[in-house]
Each structure stands twice: as structure tokens, then as C-alpha cells.
């Protein structure tokens, strides 16, 4: 059969690897094989592979991150088929630190070096590198593809996926001259990342413009969870500044208002290794206290030498910012880094289409609830890859069940009459309008990140609704105008998911609805009906 998979992260390289074993694969990404999210990814991979770990435990800390919830079946997959696919990395070649290390990683008596993170109750997150794991298991993959027999097609970007009969049939890009291009497959597999790019500040990469769930919400499927987007607590707060691993934190670095005090203390019995998301709110309202200024992450109690030699990348991030971050502590605000949303899918990448399959950051499995543990995206992309790629036995793969039972509320948007596609040509400066804004992604970021951010409220939800409402994308031609346009389908997705969910849970935090809601869904989902996309008849 002809797979097409699109994205070029762990989860497609994964599934790319797997599948050309019995299948005739074309990968398509929208950049170079290595310019997505993973080869950004510091911390590394959570897997309970240590003598005094178990899948059992990894388990109950995935609950305990996602504020309870988080689909069981998706996280027991997830902990239990980890160690295998940890393995085949290793098998691979990945160089994952030994604790033969001269500066000692070793605390367990075992030879893979495990750091710890947020809400981790074990240390069990392996790195390469240091701080460079995802650089690591980007270079491998890329070597392991390149041995493979697979037609690999970079610079090419997703803007449609081919519906036909209600079954996807292939996918249109526009290829590496610009110009469009449609290409036929039995499967489709979406591994195109997230869309960290919906906020001004992001840890993502420039790619991650969430082409691929917008595409398969136009295409007519189901998506889930979009209220819940994780921002990270530490961003180096400088211009262009990147990710600070919370890797940093599980060694003993500790976040300090501007006076010096340590705030986290009085927000968590956890303090700095609470949940992602309550760190990154005791940020957010630290800040605030502060008139807006970061807060400060200090590690400087850390041994200089194992400081330099655990963080190598970050510790030349943060002497290229000016800062000798084993003397001073460094400045850090939250940013957007994870949508545990996305296009809805079972534990095998089964969406509702059939013919499409999802795995990654794109995908929503439910693994993640309300919010994601740390270093459970790249073990993600492994072990649902995987699956994803085996479970392709037939052209047009059977759609999944949705996940129904387990309180799943689909709901449908029309898409021409509640302004969800509106047409309205974009005027900055209207009443309803990003006033700041002179573009669409600029108005897109600014509506996000200031009205759909770490804290809502109704208010701020509606005007959001109506500010995205407002702004359109007519004729999409080059490859940035998809990316808006996509942007754009998710923003008014997220919005109305944020306004939908009144209450507050894991990552979704809203003002007005401060507590959990025991009686809310468990996963708000939505399709688009009539599906944008045009439904070719069959031949
Ligand atoms: C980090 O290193 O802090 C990021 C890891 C993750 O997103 O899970």
C-alpha cells in the first residue's frame, strides 16, 4: 500500500521506519527532515525502565500531572509498551548518557543516567547529550530513514488532506518550488506536530503552525481536548530566548521572584517540581505581582562543573544572553509548548476518517488529560507510532471508536454560519479586532495570548470568539498563508473550547470557574459539518 506520512518529528520518523517494512512509504515535511519540535526537545524520555520503577508508577504520575484525566487505556499503553520502544531506540543507536560519565550522573547503580522532573515520583527520564536528547534521537531516526527504502519529500507543505467518499485518499501540498500538488495515497498518517505558534511566546519551532490538525478539522474530523494547551514555566525571558528544561529544576535549580524569595514554596507542597501547570501559573501570578517582569531561575546552589556538564546547550544559551548562569540566575517567563489537544484518535493513530491515522503531538490519544507529564511527548510519538504504523492492514484503516463511553461530547460546528468561517476580510483596528495586529498571524497571536492564555475568563473568551471571527485568510496561495489559515481554523477552535469547558482543569485555568467541575466531560470534542474540504464523488 502507498502511505504518505506527513512530519518529520519522532512520531513520523517512527512510524516511517516501521511502516516502509511492509509498505510503500512517501514522508512529506514542511521544512528540512530535522526543523520539527523534537530535535528541540531537552529533558528527554520518561520511561519506567529503572530497578525501582514500573510501568504501574508511571502510570499514576501521568494521572497525577493530567489532574485525573487522562484516558486510562491511552496512558497504560503508553507506560507499558515505553520500555520496548525505549529499547529499539537504543537498538538504533541512540547515545543515551551512561553513568559512566566523569561527573557521576549516576545516583540509581544503573548504567542509563535518569534525571527527574515535574511530578516525576522516580528519576526516569533518560538524556543524550545532556540537554540535546531530542537533537540525539532526531540524528538517529534521520540516519535510520535514510537506510530505508522511503521517498522522503522536504520543504513540501500539507494544505488539504483528499476526501473522497468520506474516506481520505490523499494529500495536497504545495512541493518545495511552491506550486500545488496533489498526491494519492491508501493511508494517510498526520506526525506534523503541534501549533505553539497560536502565542507570541512559544519554545516551538518555526514549523509548528498546526497544519496538520487544521487540515483534518476542514477534512471533517474529530478533534478533542483543544482547550488544553501546556506552556512551560521556563522560557529564558530575552529576545528569541528558548526552552530551560525542567530538567534543570529535577537537579535542584529553584525559581526566585525579583526579590530573591522563593515563591513556589508557598504555591505547592512540590514547589518548583509541582504539576507543569501550576508552576507555570505560580510564574504567571508572580509576574504579575512584579509588574510583568520574569521571575528568576537560579541555579547557582548547583556544582559549577556538573551544572556545565549535565546542560551543555543551555549553559551556551545562557553565556550567548549574557548571563554565567553557575554565578546568577537567569531570567524566565511561561511560554506555549504543547497542545495535548488535537486531532482525536484510539491507541492504534485510528481517527474518525477513515484513511487517516494520527500519531504525535498532532494526535489526542486523551494520554495527556488536562495536562501533559514531562518528557511523556517523545515517548508518545515512539510508542503510538508504532502501533499506528502496524496497525496499517488495509487501505482506508477503519475509523476508531470515539472514546464515547469514557464521557467524549462531540459536538458539531457548523462551518458557515456561526462565523467560524467567516469571511470578512481581515481590518485591523475594528471594534471586534486585534487592534495591534497588522497581520493575520500577529492578530492570531496577540488574541491567543491575550485573551485564550494561561488564565481566562468568559469575557475575554467571548471577545476572543469575536476578534478570530473577524479575520480571515482569502486564497491562501504561499506556504505562510496556509500556515495562517491553519492557525487561524485552531485559534476559533481553542477559543471555543476554552469557552466551553467552565471550569478549571489541569492546564485550562479560568478566573471566573477556579475549581474543577466533577460533573464536565472529560474531553470536549468537535467536527466540522459540512466539512470545508470538498468531498469528491466517487469515480
Ligand atoms: C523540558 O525539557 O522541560 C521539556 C520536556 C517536555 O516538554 O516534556
Not at 527527574?116 to 537533537?135: M, N, S
Not at 490523499?170 to 518550488?177: A, E, H, I, S, T
Not at 562543573?305 to 545562557?318: Q, S
Not at 475575554?460 to 504561499?478: I, K, M, Q, Y
Amino acid at each position: 500500500m502507498h502511505v504518505v506520512i506527513v512530519g518529520s518529528g519522532i512520531a513520523g520518523l517512527t512510524a516511517a521506519i516501521r511502516a516502509s517494512t511492509r509498505h510503500d512509504v512517501t514522508l512529506v515535511t514542511k521544512g528540512a527532515l530535522a526543523d520539527g519540535a523534537t530535535a528541540y526537545a531537552q529533558g528527554g524520555v520518561a520511561v519506567a525502565l529503572g530497578a525501582d520503577d514500573s510501568a504501574a508508577l508511571h502510570q499514576a504520575d501521568t494521572h497525577g500531572a493530567a489532574a485525573g484525566s487522562a484516558d486510562a487505556r491511552a496512558v497504560d499503553v503508553l507506560c507499558t509498551d515505553g520500555p520496548a520502544r525505549v529499547r529499539d531506540l537504543i537498538a538504533l543507536g541512540v547515545p543515551f548518557d551512561r553513568t559512566t560519565d566523569p561527573t557521576s550522573l549516576d545516583r540509581h547503580g544503573d548504567d542509563l543516567a535518569r534525571g527527574r522532573e515535574a511530578a516525576h515520583a522516580r528519576w526516569r527520564v533518560l538524556h543524550a547529550d545532556g540537554d540535546a536528547t531530542g537533537a540525539a534521537i532526531e540524528r538517529t531516526l534521520v540516519a535510520a530513514l535514510h537506510r530505508r527504502h522511503v521517498t522522503i519529500l522536504e520543504r513540501t507543505c500539507l494544505t488539504d488532506l483528499v476526501v473522497r467518499a468520506g474516506a481520505v485518499v490523499g494529500v495536497d501540498v504545495l512541493d518545495l518550488l511552491g506550486e500545488p500538488r496533489r498526491i494519492d495515497a491508501d493511508v494517510v498518517v498526520l506526525a506534523s506536530g503541534g501549533a505553539g505558534h497560536l502565542y507570541r511566546e512559544t519554545t516551538n519551532p518555526l514549523v509548528a503552525t498546526g497544519d496538520g490538525a487544521a487540515a483534518a478539522w476542514r477534512a471533517g474530523a474529530v478533534l478533542a481536548d483543544l482547550e488544553f494547551v501546556q506552556f512551560h514555566p521556563t522560557r529564558l525571558a530575552v529576545p528569541g530566548g528558548g526552552l530551560v528544561s525542567e530538567a534543570v529544576r529535577g537537579e535542584g535549580a529553584v525559581l526566585r521572584d525579583a526579590r530573591g524569595r522563593r515563591f513556589m514554596t508557598a504555591v505547592h507542597p512540590d514547589a518548583e517540581l509541582a504539576p507543569r501547570d501550576v508552576v507555570a501559573r505560580g510564574i504567571a501570578s508572580a509576574m504579575r505581582d512584579q509588574g510583568g517582569a520574569p521571575v528568576l531561575l537560579d541555579a547557582s546552589g548547583l556544582d559549577p562543573t556538573f551544572l556545565v556538564r549535565r546542560f551543555p546547550g543551555l549553559t551556551r544559551a545562557t553565556r550567548t544572553a549574557g548571563f554565567d548562569w553557575t554565578r546568577e540566575a537567569v531570567p524566565v517567563a511561561p511560554a506555549a509548548h504543547y497542545s495535548m489537544g488535537g486531532v482525536a484518535t484510539d491507541a492504534e493513530g485510528r481517527t474518525s476518517l477513515p484513511g487517516l491515522l494520527a500519531v504525535g503531538e498532532v494526535a489526542c490519544t486523551g494520554v495527556h488529560g488536562a495536562n501533559r507529564l514531562a518528557s511523556n511527548s517523545l515517548l508518545e510519538g515512539l510508542v503510538f507510532a508504532v502501533r499506528a504504523a502496524d496497525a496499517i492492514d488495509a487501505p482506508r484503516p477503519g475509523r476508531m471508536r470515539l472514546r464515547g463511553d469514557a464521557g467524549l461530547h462531540v459536538t458539531t460546528v457548523p462551518t458557515a454560519a456561526d462565523g467560524t468561517r467567516a469571511s470578512r476580510p481581515l481590518r485591523p483596528g475594528g471594534a471586534d479586532h486585534a487592534d495591534d495586529a497588522a497581520d493575520v498571524r500577529g492578530a492570531v497571536q496577540s488574541v491567543m495570548t491575550d485573551r485564550v492564555g494561561l488564565l481566562r475568563d468568559a469575557g475575554g473568551l467571548a471577545s476572543a470568539r469575536r476578534a478570530l471571527a473577524g479575520l480571515t485568510v482569502p486564497d491562501p496561495a504561499g506556504v505562510q498563508d496556509h500556515e495562517d489559515r491553519a492557525l487561524l481554523d485552531l485559534a476559533r477552535l481553542v477559543a471555543l473550547a476554552a469557552e466551553t469547558r467552565t471550569e478549571s482543569r489541569g492546564a485550562h485555568a479560568r478566573t471566573d470557574h477556579p475549581d474543577a467541575d466533577p460533573g464536565a466531560p472529560a474531553s470536549y470534542a468537535w467536527v466540522a459539518r459540512p466539512a470545508p474540504v470538498p468531498q469528491e464523488v466517487p469515480a
